[in-house]
């Protein structure tokens, strides 16, 4: 099952090289894994989508904990949350597919933030599945150059992730 | 004050209290040395490769209980640490391995004798360190100690960039460092534990299977005291061997791929297992879905919560220090007023004692060449069961683990994780250094041996007086044995050709040396070699053993833990 799993660690160096190190020599999957530090710089944040049986699950969730940088881990999965992620692509926008790639995209509340005589940049947030959707919906054809952050996510409501 | 780094380096292993630091110079690390010259509270052992400085600070930490130390210069002298890091991390010992490292402008510029220590040891270590600020120096050295001996203990490098060693800052040692991110449990939880008390009541067919983590927690007592009051039969890992006395009756001999029979059936076949700082380890249940085929519930103890559930399913998990679950566990159990079911634990008794008169370990000393269990037998009773024995990797080593009857922890020092060929000497050096008095032994084999040997000139330069006890089969018997079983008899490479005299080569490093070839002069050797006159000498024994004995009994890779070959049935 897929799983997104939200960790905070100390804000160092090395601190995101022992996560990946540790899911390459355990052949984990890491499907994204995004990080950046919090309002306290001292912290980072971390969300990292794997696929796993529960048994692997469980066994990442320890390992993560073990890790001696890492303060907190929440998966995500197991309760409600909201997961976001950013994409941006570089379609062509000439002739009649101009118009009609301008709809699409406000089809999908995505908004262009780059504008040339051919090519339109489109700037998307949502679930995957809406990111994905979008590309499905445009011809492959157009599609010049594509981005994307990888999920963050949080808990919903009173559920969250802090020291 | 203010204090150079390497200065601070220094004193915080002396505040430590630290006795021996294991190591070998080189340019990052020759600040260090410099301090470590003018300095007189620890005393250097410099070491003939690095790899034996790391092994040797391991034995410290493993006969001792206290963390090991070893000191290496930066690129090759880290290269060669690594295996020693491994070792260590693999049966989560608590070393402390400061690496120096070259000047921090030339990190990242390919300099001389640079590698990314950092990145190459951080799959084997508990946790690592580069200090980049002088003044962080003394707080990570804290860090280091606190973390490598506390939770599941482990390896922890701290790396040092030359010029850090040069600068000056003000030296204070914190007396502990907080951590938001460290904060491994010690108590079990309560309900769990009564729980498992509940559960161990009503067993029909009980087994505590007790590991490392009984050695390295230091609860054998209580552990003892658990088991006298169940009237339980006990298993021990190889890492467990000593966490209960091997000569106890309760006490059904290592299980595993190597174990007794008795042990063997017994956990295959036990209905409420209690796991105690063991691993689950393929080397111990065989094939996780043969052993998974009898309904038992399982019940472990663990200070590390990924040791739990992480190969077997279990139903009681209890996360903590051992020695604190144990004494709940054991004033639970005095408090309760159920008692273990007497007619159920006869008949279990009864079928185990059963299997045990198979007597599976039996062999036969006759005929004019020495058996490699008989030595060892020997070795045990010449010593009285009261040596420290180090041992290689190999047939040696299982031989080690099943004639030596070890009864106390911290007497069996050996490579059961990563079973590295080679720990056998320099772990006899930590251990002797350690305990100059004390009767320490390596058993080793012919190939594992040479893996290590230039420490016999160490052992010469610091008057260490191990007692070398070369099972000589002259083969890699282990290997040979595999290939014997399953590769139809074609020794691929497994032969030791163009061996030295030992004897020879333990005189040309100022040692004694005695080749013995027939059964009858076994014991007569290791007398000598443990008396008065040669208390003070490096002995080197060369045994020469049967070259085709096999380890037995043995549970074939993929096979099941019930389905063992024993030495009859060949
Ligand atoms: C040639 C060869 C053959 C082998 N054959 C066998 C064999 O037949 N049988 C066998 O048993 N092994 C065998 N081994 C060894 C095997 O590979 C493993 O090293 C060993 O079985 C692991 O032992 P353990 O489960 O006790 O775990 P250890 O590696 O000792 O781990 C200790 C466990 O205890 C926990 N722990 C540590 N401290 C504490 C504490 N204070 N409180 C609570 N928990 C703690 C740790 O988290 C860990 O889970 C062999 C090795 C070699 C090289
Ligand atoms: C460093 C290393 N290389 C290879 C091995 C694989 N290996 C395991 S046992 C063994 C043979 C050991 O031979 P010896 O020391 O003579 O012991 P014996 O089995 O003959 O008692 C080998 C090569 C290992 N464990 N460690
Ligand atoms: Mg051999």
Redesign the interface.
């Known amino acids: 099952m897929r799983h997104i799993i939200s960790l905070l660690m100390e804000n160092e160096a090395g601190a995101l090289s022992r996560v990946a190190g540790l899911f390459s020599a355990r052949a984990y999957n890491i499907e994204s894994l995004t990080v950046a530090p919090t309002e306290d710089a001292t912290l980072s944040r971390m969300t990292i989508v794997t696929v796993g049986s529960e048994d692997v699950i469980e066994q990442i969730t320890k390992q993560l904990n073990k890790l001696v940088d890492v303060i907190k881990v929440m998966d995500l999965t197991e309760g409600s949350h909201i997961e976001r992620e950013l994409m941006l692509v570089k379609v062509k926008a000439v002739g009649l597919g101009r118009e009609e790639m301008k709809r699409t995209a406000d089809i999908f509340r995505g908004r262009i933030i780059d504008v040339t005589d051919s090519t339109y940049t489109i700037e998307l947030t949502g679930a995957g599945s809406k990111l994905d959707a979008f590309l499905q919906a445009i011809d492959p054809a157009f599609i010049i150059e594509t981005v994307r952050t990888g999920a963050s996510g949080i808990g919903r409501g009173e559920r969250s992730l802090k020291i | 004050m203010e204090a150079t780094g390497a200065e601070i380096v220094v004193r915080c292993l002396a505040e430590e209290g630290v006795e021996f630091v294991f190591g070998y110079p080189g340019g990052a690390v020759l600040n260090i040395y410099d301090e470590i010259f003018k300095q007189n509270k620890f005393k250097h052992v410099l070491v003939r490769h690095e790899q034996a400085a790391v092994h040797a600070a391991d034995a410290y930490a493993r006969a001792t209980g206290r963390v090991g130390v070893a000191l290496v210069t930066s690129g090759p002298g880290v290269t060669n640490a690594v295996t020693g890091i491994a070792t260590a991390y693999m049966d989560s010992i608590p070393i402390v391995v400061v690496t120096g490292q070259v000047p921090t402008p030339a990190i990242g510029l390919d300099a001389f004798q640079e590698v990314d220590t950092?990145?190459i040891t951080?799959?084997c270590v508990?946790?690592n360190f580069?200090v980049k600020d002088v003044k962080d120096l003394a707080a990570t050295m804290k860090k280091a100690f606190i973390?490598a001996a506390t939770g599941r203990p482990g390896p922890v490098v701290v790396d040092v960039p030359k010029d850090v060693t040069a600068h000056l800052t003000e030296f204070v040692y914190p007396a502990t460092v907080e951590?938001?991110?460290?904060n491994p449990v010690v108590k079990g939880h309560s309900g769990q534990m009564k729980r498992a008390v509940q559960m161990l009541l009503e067993a029909k067919r009980p087994m505590i299977y007790a590991g490392g983590g009984v050695v390295l927690g230091n609860a054998s007592p209580q552990l003892a005291e658990l088991t006298r009051l169940l009237g339980f039969p006990i298993t021990n890992t190889l890492m467990g061997l000593g966490g209960h006395p091997a000569t106890d009756r309760q006490n059904l001999g290592m299980l595993g791929m190597h174990g007794t029979y008795e042990a063997n059936m017994a956990m295959q076949h036990c209905d409420v297992l209690l796991a105690v700082g063991a691993r689950f380890d393929d080397r111990v249940i065989g094939n996780p879905a043969h052993f998974a085929r009898e309904q038992r519930r399982i019940i472990h103890i663990d200070v590390?919560?990924?040791s739990i559930?992480?190969r077997v399913k279990v139903d009681v998990p209890i996360v903590g220090d051992v020695q604190s679950v144990l004494t709940d566990m054991l004033e639970l159990l005095k408090l309760a007023k159920e008692k273990p079911d007497a007619a159920a634990q006869n008949s279990w008794w009864t079928q185990i004692e059963l299997w045990r008169s198979k007597n599976c370990l039996k062999y036969n000393q006759s005929g004019a060449i020495i058996k490699p269990q008989y030595v060892v037998e020997k070795l045990w009773e010449v010593t009285k069961g009261d040596a420290y024995i180090t041992s290689d990797v190999g047939q040696h080593q299982m031989w080690a683990a099943q004639y030596y009857k070890f009864d106390k922890p911290r007497r069996w020092i050996n490579s059961g994780g990563l079973g590295t060929m080679g720990v056998g000497l320099p772990y006899a050096m930590g251990v002797q250094l350690a305990f100059p008095d004390a009767q320490v032994a390596c058993i080793t084999g012919e190939s594992s041996i040479q893996m290590c040997i230039q420490e016999l000139s160490t052992c010469k330069q610091y008057r260490i007086p191990v007692k070398v006890v070369t099972l000589n089969n002259r083969y890699m018997g282990m290997v040979r044995q595999w290939q014997e079983f399953f590769y139809g008899s074609r020794y691929a490479e497994s032969y030791m050709e163009s061996l030295p005299d030992f004897v020879k080569l333990a005189e040309a490093y100022g040692h004694v040396g005695m080749r013995i070839d027939k059964p009858e002069d076994v014991e007569a050797a290791l007398k000598e070699a443990f008396s008065p006159a040669l208390k003070e000498r490096l002995v080197f024994m060369d045994f020469q053993t049967d070259q085709t004995e096999n380890v037995f009994p043995m549970v074939e890779g993929g096979k099941g833990l019930s389905e063992m070959i024993l030495a009859e049935e060949l």
Request: charge should be positive; hydrophobic fraction near 25%; charged fraction near 30%.
């Open positions: 950092v990145g951080r799959p508990k946790h580069l973390i951590m938001r991110s460290y590390d919560p990924s559930s992480k």
